[in-house]
């Protein structure tokens, strides 16, 4: 089993920055695609990124421009970095890991989740 702890979350004005964080208990971290999700009251789930194992990144559109992920193998920890912030993005924000190759962008495909963080967008 992998175990994933986000951190980060928190209020900010709009047009702030946040940074989460994921961490992965597993050695075999570095082998996982990583997404972030997010999910507001009485909706759906959301894809909001992806990165590869080769660090190769894809977004839904909604958030190109402004958010940016990334990861370091050598700490387990992958990475949102949300900038320019609007109240449409208030959410818990999920990580999730997959085994799968290539761009994974629905649920049923990141096997791990983490608990969530709550991110809320507001003046």
């Known amino acids: 089993q992998v175990q994933l702890v986000e951190s980060g979350g928190g209020l900010v004005q709009p047009g702030g920055s946040l940074r989460l964080s994921c961490a992965a208990s597993d050695s075999t971290f570095s082998t996982y695609t990583m997404g972030w999700f997010r999910q507001a009251p009485g909706k759906e789930r959301e894809f909001v990124s992806g990165?590869?194992?080769?660090?190769?990144?894809y977004y839904t559109d909604s958030v190109k421009g402004r958010f940016t992920t990334s990861r370091e193998n050598a700490r387990n920890t992958v990475y949102l970095q949300m900038n320019s912030l609007k109240p449409e993005d208030t959410a818990v924000y999920y990580c999730a890991a997959s085994p799968l190759d290539g761009p994974v962008v629905t649920p049923r495909s990141y096997y791990y989740w983490g608990q969530g963080t709550q991110v809320t967008v507001s003046s």
């Open positions: 990165i590869s194992s080769g660090s190769h990144t």
